[in-house]
Nanobody, 121 residues
């Protein structure tokens, strides 16, 4: 089976930086897109940023210029560098993989368990 494991969440002061990591485990043949979503208390889950296997990128207006997504296909990993953090960035951040194929199965979508990012002001 395919599993996504996130790391890097924690407490940071406003204006600071944090780097999230996500690694997909399993006998993976290919992953179409990998990205990050977040969900703040009382709000719906929203896209933060994503990148395809071909390198095309998409990010939310609220984080553009502050957050930067990168991907390492060889490691089946995706990273999110978060700079100039604001209190409103506080949320649980979830790694997401779309179009995942391993030795036996195809997965339309796989989610990680989430990592909490808390920005203090």
């Amino acid at each position: 089976q395919v599993q996504l494991v996130e790391s890097g969440g924690g407490l940071v002061q406003a204006g600071g930086s944090l780097r999230l990591s996500c690694v997909a485990s399993g006998s993976i043949s290919s992953i179409n897109a990998m990205g990050w979503y977040r969900q703040a208390p009382g709000k719906q889950r929203e896209l933060v940023a994503r990148v395809s296997n071909g390198g095309s990128r998409e990010d939310a207006d609220s984080v553009r210029g502050r957050f930067f997504i990168s991907r390492d296909n060889a490691k089946n990993a995706v990273y999110l560098q978060m700079n100039s953090l604001k209190a409103e960035d506080t949320a649980v951040y979830y790694c997401n993989a779309q179009g995942v194929r391993d030795t036996y199965r195809y997965f339309s979508e796989v989610w990680g368990q989430g990592t909490l990012v808390t920005v203090s002001s």
